[in-house]
C-alpha cells in the first residue's frame, strides 16, 4: 500500500472517532466523560501512527523500488519516447525504436550528447543525491520507444522524447523533472523558416531586381550581405520576398529564413525556430542560447543559406545577431577565398542608412522609386481590365502625380479598379489634385488594401516621422519635416533650414531645453535622411533637402504632423532672410521662387495674418528681375485681388501691391499705360498716405521715370530734379532710395540729350556708393556698368571696352560666373567690340554667350533676346543682311510672345527688320 493510502485510512479513523467523541459529550453530558475520553484518545492515536507511516514510508518504497527495478509513479505516454527514473549514472541518453548498440553510435543518429555544463531543472522538493562514481544501468519503461538512461542524471525523472503526454497522479508529491529535446533526424532540404510574404498582384519587375540576382550570382562561394535602403513604399520587402523565392525556385540555396526584424525578440524566436529545423543534434529551449547554436551553424555549414531581415529600422536589435558575412583580405581587400568561410546571403530591408547597417561584407543598395517606365508598365497591367482602359498619357500622367512610388501606385489602381463603373484614370487625377481632399480619400480603406498590406500611404510615413522623432537630436525631427511639408520637394537650400528664424521655431518646439544651434538643426535633418524621409544632395551654399510630394501631403494631413500657423511663417521668414536681393535669374533665385511658390500654395492664409508677408513682396520682385514678366504680372495681379479683400483698396499694403503691378506691366512694355498709372496713383497714395511718405516719393520717382520712357525726357528730367531734394530731406543723402533716384536721374539726363552729364552724375554717384557700401556691394558693380555704357557714347567705343573688361572680373569674383549680369556685361563688351568695326570677333563673343544664356538663363529671358537682336544687326553690319533679316524674322515671334507688340525694344527690332529687308534687296538688285 502507498503512503498516500495509509495517510488517507488513518486520516479517515482519526477523523471518525473524534467524532463519536463529540456525540458522546453531546449526549451523555459529564456522565459520558469515560466514552468520550475513550474516543478522544483512540483518535490522538490514529493521527500518530499516521504521521510515522508517512515519515518513514518513502525511504522504504525507494528500497524496493532499487530492487524492483524502479518503477515510476505516474504513467507516461510519448511519441517518440518515454518516462524513467533518474538514477546516478553518466550523460548519455539514448532512444530507439529499434537501433543497436552501433547504430546509436553513428554520427547522424538518433544518439546525440548532451550539451555540456548543466541542464536547467525544476526546484526539488528533496536534495539531489551526488552521482554514482560508476555508470549504472537502468530499466527503461516498456512503451513504444525503449530508452536507455546513463550518466550524471539522478534524483528524479526523465522525459525524454519531442512529443509528450503526461498523466500526473492526483497527489501532491513534487517531482523534479528535465526534459530533453530527442535528436533531430535530417531535414529534407530546401529548408524554409518563417513566412514568406505573398508576392504582390501585377509584381512589376525592375532593374533591382536583376541587379540583386547579378550580385549574389557573382559572388556563388561568400556571403554576401546587401542591405536594401530606401523610403517607407518604395517595395523593399517585395523585392527581397521575390529575391527568396527566385533562390529557391532554382535550387540556389538550401535554407531560406525569412525573419521580421521589427523587434529583437522577434529577430532571437526567428534564429531558434531555424535552430531546431535544421540543427541534427540538442537544441536548446533558451531562445537566445538556441539563436546562438544558429548563428554558429551558419558559420561552419555546408549548406547554401539566406537569411532575410525585414523592416530592420532600429539597428541595435540585431547587435550581435549579424549572420556571418564576408570581410575584406586585410592584405588584398578582397572577399575570402572559397571553401575559407560560410556559404550564403544575407538581405536586410530598412528605411535607415545609419553605418552600423553596413560594413563587414554588407552594402548599401538604394531602392528609389519605379522609373517613369515601370510605373507605366504597371499602371497599365494593373488597370488592364477597366471597362474602358486607360490611354499611355493618362498612365503617365497619373505616375507622375504619385511621384513613381510604388505603394501609391498600388493602392491607387485598387482604388480605381474598385470603383470602375464610376472612376477613370483621368477622374481620380483631378480628385488627387483637389487638395480639398484628404489623402487618405484617395487610396483604399486599411481593410481594402492590397497585396496582404498592413499599413495605409498616410501612416506608412507618419510611423516614420515619430520614428525620425526619437533619434538625436531627440524632438527636432518632427518640427523639421512640418516645415519641409510646406516648401518645394525638389530641394529646399539647407541654408534656409538652417537660418536663424528656423532655429528659433526649433528652440519654441522645446523651450526648456538649450536654444538650438546651426548643427542641431543639420542633425535634424540627418535623422530623417536616416529614415528615407528626404533625401540631401549637393554641398555648402548649394546644398539642399527633397521630400516626396506625398509624404509632404500625408505630414501636412496628419494630425499629429500637420503644420500650424508658427511653421508656416517661420518658413516664410527663413526664405526671407536667406534670399540675396540680387540673385534672380541664377539657380539659387529659381529654387527660392519654388519653395515660395509651395508656401503660397500651403499656406496662403497664414501669410496675410499680419498685412502683407515679406516674402511676397520678394517672390514677386524675384520673377520680374529673372526676366520672367508675365509671371511677375500674374503674381502681383494675384496679391492685388487677396489684399483688397483683406485689407481694403486703401491700406498701404493694397497702394504697395498697385505700384508692383504697374511696375511690372510697364516693363513687360506697357509704357504708356505705366506712365498714366503711376501718375494716377501717385496723387491716390498723396490723398491717403501724405506727401511725405516714403511709399508715395517712390511712386512720383517712377511716374517721372516712365514719363521719360514714353518721350518726355525733358519733363521727366525735371520732375526727378525736383524730388531729388525732397526725398534728401527725407530719407537722407544716402538712403538707397534716394542712390536709386540719382541714378535714374542720371540715365534721364542722359536720354534728354547730356550724356556728359549722364556720365558724370553716374561717376559722382558711384563714389557715394563706393564710401558707402564698399566697390563690391551689387549697386556699386551695377553703377559702374550704367557708367561705362555712358563713357562709350561720350568717349567712344574703346573707352566703353576698357570699362566693361575691368568690370568683368570683380563681377565674376562677386557674383559668379553664371550671373545675369555678369552675362550681361560680357554682351555689352562682345556689343562694343561690333560698334567698333571688330564684327568677327563681336560675332564669336555673341555665340559662346547665347550659349552660355540659354543654359544659365533660359531662351525666353529678355537677354537672350538682346542678344539674338544683336547678332542679327552684326551679321548685317558684317555684309550679309539677307541673314540678318532672316535671324530678326525668326526673332520677332519670341520678341512678340514675351514682350509684347508695345514694347519699345519691339518697336526697334521691328524697325532694323525692314532696314535690312531694303538692304537685302538693293544688294540682291
Known amino acids: 500500500m502507498t503512503t498516500a493510502q495509509w495517510t488517507r485510512i488513518g486520516l479517515v479513523a482519526a477523523a471518525v472517532l473524534g467524532a463519536l467523541a463529540g456525540f458522546a459529550w453531546l449526549v451523555g453530558g459529564p456522565a459520558g466523560g469515560p466514552a468520550v475520553w475513550a474516543s478522544g484518545g483512540a483518535a490522538v492515536l490514529a493521527l500518530t501512527v499516521t504521521a510515522i507511516v508517512r515519515a518513514r514510508r518513502p525511504a522504504t518504497e525507494a528500497a524496493e523500488a532499487q530492487a524492483s527495478g524502479a518503477q515510476a509513479s505516474g504513467a507516461v505516454s510519448e511519441t517518440p519516447g518515454s518516462v524513467v ?89 513534487v517531482i523534479d523533472t528535465q526534459i530533453v529535446h530527442s535528436s533531430a533526424a535530417e531535414p529534407e532540404w530546401p529548408v524554409v523558416v518563417g513566412v514568406l510574404p505573398n508576392e504582390a498582384d501585377h509584381f512589376q519587375h525592375r532593374e533591382l531586381t536583376d541587379r540583386l540576382t547579378h550580385t549574389s550570382d557573382g559572388h556563388p562561394t561568400v556571403v554576401l550581405g546587401q542591405v536594401l535602403s530606401g523610403m517607407g513604399g518604395v517595395g523593399k520587402t517585395q523585392l527581397a520576398a521575390h529575391h527568396a523565392r527566385s533562390l529557391l525556385a532554382r535550387g540556389a540555396v538550401d535554407l531560406a529564413v525569412w525573419v ?57 536589435h540585431v547587435r550581435g545577431l549579424w549572420p556571418p558575412t564576408a570581410t575584406p583580405s586585410a592584405d588584398q581587400g578582397s572577399a575570402p577565398a572559397p571553401g575559407t568561410g560560410p556559404l550564403g546571403r544575407l538581405v536586410v530591408t530598412t528605411r535607415r542608412t545609419d553605418t552600423a547597417l553596413a560594413g563587414r561584407g554588407r552594402s548599401f543598395i538604394d531602392v528609389g522609386t519605379y522609373t517613369p517606365d515601370e510605373a507605366r508598365t504597371y499602371l497599365a497591367t494593373a488597370l488592364a481590365g477597366l471597362p474602358t482602359p486607360p490611354a499611355e498619357a493618362d498612365l503617365a500622367a497619373l505616375a507622375e502625380d504619385l511621384g513613381h512610388l510604388p505603394l501609391a501606385l498600388s493602392h491607387a489602381a485598387a482604388y480605381i479598379r474598385d470603383r470602375r463603373d464610376s472612376m477613370t484614370c483621368t477622374s481620380y487625377r483631378a480628385r488627387l489634385q483637389d487638395q480639398r481632399g484628404a489623402l487618405a480619400r484617395m487610396f483604399p480603406e486599411r481593410e481594402s488594401l492590397p497585396d496582404d498590406y498592413a499599413r ?43 537660418s536663424p528664424p528656423v532655429l528659433d521655431h526649433l528652440r519654441r518646439a522645446h523651450p ?173 497714395m498723396t490723398r491717403v498716405l501724405g506727401a511725405d511718405d516714403s511709399q508715395t516719393m517712390s511712386t512720383r520717382v517712377q511716374s517721372a521715370r516712365w514719363l521719360g520712357r514714353t518721350g518726355g525726357e525733358q519733363s521727366a528730367r525735371q520732375v526727378m530734379e525736383d524730388l531729388l531734394p525732397d526725398l534728401m530731406r527725407l530719407l537722407g543723402p544716402d538712403h538707397p532710395d534716394t542712390l536709386t533716384t540719382r541714378g535714374h536721374l542720371a540715365s534721364l539726363r542722359g536720354k534728354a540729350g547730356d550724356p556728359r552729364a549722364a556720365v558724370d552724375t553716374y561717376a559722382a554717384l558711384l563714389e557715394d556708393e563706393r564710401r558707402m557700401f564698399g566697390g563690391d556691394h551689387p549697386g556699386s558693380l551695377l553703377t559702374r556698368s550704367m557708367l561705362a555704357r555712358w563713357r562709350g557714347r561720350v568717349d567712344g567705343a574703346a573707352a566703353a571696352i576698357e570699362d566693361f573688361e575691368a568690370l568683368l572680373p570683380d563681377q565674376i569674383r562677386v557674383l559668379g ?23 568677327a570677333r563681336a560675332l564669336q563673343e555673341l555665340d559662346v554667350l547665347m550659349t552660355d544664356q540659354i543654359r544659365h538663363l533660359g531662351p525666353d529671358h529678355p537677354h537672350v533676346l538682346t542678344t539674338r537682336h544683336s547678332q542679327a544687326r552684326f551679321h548685317g553690319a558684317a555684309g550679309d543682311p539677307a541673314l540678318a533679316a532672316e535671324l530678326i524674322e525668326a526673332l520677332m515671334p519670341d520678341q512678340l510672345r514675351i514682350l509684347g507688340p508695345d514694347h519699345p525694344k519691339t518697336h526697334a527690332i521691328q524697325a532694323d527688320l525692314e532696314r535690312w529687308r531694303e538692304k537685302a534687296r538693293e544688294c540682291g538688285a
Open 260 to 316: 521580421p526584424a521589427a523587434e529583437r525578440a522577434t529577430i532571437v524566436q526567428a534564429y531558434a525556430d531555424a535552430a531546431r529545423a535544421v540543427l541534427p543534434g540538442h537544441v536548446d529551449e533558451d531562445p537566445d542560447r538556441a539563436a546562438r547554436q544558429f548563428l554558429t551553424w551558419l558559420q561552419t555549414t555546408d549548406r547554401r543559406w539566406l537569411v532575410v531581415l525585414d523592416n530592420l529600422d532600429v539597428p541595435e
Open 85 to 173: 527514473p533518474r538514477a546516478a549514472a553518466s550523460t548519455s541518453i539514448s532512444e530507439a525504436p529499434g537501433p543497436t548498440a552501433s547504430e546509436a553510435a553513428t554520427p547522424g543518429s538518433a544518439s546525440e550528447p548532451l550539451p555540456p555544463g548543466p541542464v536547467p531543472r525544476a526546484a526539488s522538493a528533496t536534495p539531489v543525491p551526488p552521482p554514482a562514481p560508476a555508470p549504472v544501468p537502468v530499466a527503461s519503461v516498456t512503451g513504444p520507444t525503449d530508452n536507455t538512461v546513463a550518466g550524471d542524471v539522478s534524483g528524479g525523472t526523465v522525459f525524454q522524447g519531442r512529443d509528450l503526454t503526461i498523466h500526473q497522479p492526483t497527489h501532491h508529491t
Open 512 to 684: 526648456g531645453r538649450p536654444a538650438p544651434a546651426g548643427q542641431d538643426a543639420e542633425d535634424a535633418l540627418s535623422a530623417l535622411a536616416r529614415l528615407h524621409l528626404v533625401t540631401r544632395s549637393g554641398f555648402g551654399d548649394d546644398a539642399v533637402v527633397g521630400v516626396h510630394r506625398l509624404v509632404q501631403r500625408a505630414t501636412r494631413e496628419q494630425r499629429a504632423t500637420r503644420p500650424d500657423r508658427d511653421t508656416a511663417l517661420t518658413a516664410a521668414d527663413a526664405l526671407v532672410r536667406v534670399w540675396p536681393m540680387r540673385v534672380h535669374a541664377s539657380a539659387l533665385g529659381q529654387r527660392l521662387r519654388a519653395n515660395a511658390t509651395a508656401l503660397v500654395e500651403h499656406a496662403e492664409e497664414w501669410l496675410w495674418e499680419d498685412g502683407l508677408h515679406p516674402v511676397l513682396t520678394r517672390f514677386g520682385e524675384s520673377l520680374g528681375k529673372s526676366g520672367a514678366l508675365s509671371q511677375a504680372i500674374d503674381h502681383w495681379a494675384s496679391v492685388l485681388d487677396t489684399a483688397r479683400e483683406r485689407l481694403g483698396g486703401d491700406h498701404r499694403d493694397t497702394l504697395f501691391t498697385r505700384h508692383q503691378v504697374i511696375l511690372w506691366r510697364g516693363m513687360a512694355g506697357e509704357a504708356n499705360y505705366a506712365a498714366e498709372a503711376f501718375a494716377s496713383l501717385a496723387e491716390e
Open 456 to 498: 495605409t500611404v498616410a501612416t506608412t510615413w507618419s510611423m516614420s516621422v515619430e520614428h525620425a522623432d526619437t533619434l538625436t537630436p531627440r524632438g527636432l525631427a518632427l518640427p523639421m519635416m512640418r516645415l519641409l511639408s510646406l516648401l518645394d520637394p525638389t530641394g529646399v537650400p539647407v541654408a534656409v533650414l538652417t
Open 817 to 839: 560666373p553664371d550671373h545675369p549680369d555678369t552675362l550681361s556685361t560680357r554682351g555689352q563688351i562682345a556689343a562694343w567690340r561690333g560698334v567698333a568695326g571688330d564684327h
